[in-house]
């Protein structure tokens, strides 16, 4: 049981370049969510699932984009990456039955 | 809307010492969870400790402890003995009971300092 996983760890892009940050979970959860984590701050919703074909946006959605044709993944779409986008992207994942939102281990992305 | 707020930004405690970090939230349901996630230094997510707003007694994990005051909208977490693998962010979260597709609402964070 890997839980939540994700690739890369790390990743440099240059401005206008795109990326896919890809998470999977074998969990069999309904819920998952990508967050992004400045340095020094809290966590920022960006796009949630609450199941295969059904995605919407969190607090922080612009410069960004997902899809969800499985339940076990989530892959978030970076499209012309921008210095602002210079974060670390975590994937979560949440079933109904679940005690907790299970995380992956993070992105280190950085853009220059 | 639902807020959580973590007014310390840093906090620091000698090993073996005592330590109590504060949350506080606003919410307008009665009953929720709320959560503190610990993020040590290699970035991983976890849980310490949840509590469910319908249970009277405040939830206990090993040395980690809370401190539940509902009317007052009050998420205490309380480290005992500490280590210094308790060194890391914590932040406190709130879940509604049902519905809002399972979000958590998450305060901005505490740093935990543990001096040798």
């Known amino acids: 049981n890997a839980g939540v996983t994700q690739t890369p760890k790390f990743r440099i892009l240059k401005i206008g370049q795109s990326m896919t940050l890809q998470c999977t979970q074998d969990?069999?959860?309904?819920?998952m969510y990508w967050y992004r984590q400045d340095p020094g701050m809290g966590l920022k919703l960006i796009y949630y699932s609450v199941g295969a074909g059904i995605t919407d946006k969190g607090e922080v959605p612009n410069g960004y984009n997902v899809s969800r044709s499985t339940t076990e993944d989530f892959p978030l779409r970076l499209e012309l990456a921008a210095p602002s986008q210079t974060s670390v992207y975590f994937c979560?994942?949440?079933?109904?039955?679940?005690?907790?939102?299970?995380f992956g281990p993070g992105t280190r992305l950085t853009v220059t | 809307a639902q807020t959580v707020t973590q007014s310390q930004p840093e906090m620091s405690v000698q090993e073996a010492e005592t330590v109590t970090l504060s949350c506080t939230y606003d919410t307008s349901e009665s009953d929720y969870y709320l959560f503190w996630y610990k993020q040590p230094p290699s970035r991983q997510m976890i849980l310490v400790i949840r509590?469910?707003?319908?249970k009277q007694q405040n939830a206990t994990e090993n040395r980690f402890s809370v401190n539940f005051q509902k009317a007052a909208k009050s998420f205490s977490l309380k480290i005992s003995d500490s280590q210094l693998g308790d060194a890391a962010m914590y932040f406190c979260a709130y879940r509604r009971m049902e519905g809002s597709n399972y979000q958590l609402i998450w305060g901005a964070g505490t740093k935990l300092i543990i001096k040798p």
């Open positions: 969990m069999n959860h309904n819920y």
């Open positions: 979560a994942s949440w079933g109904r039955d679940s005690y907790e939102q299970y």
């Open positions: 509590q469910e707003a319908y």
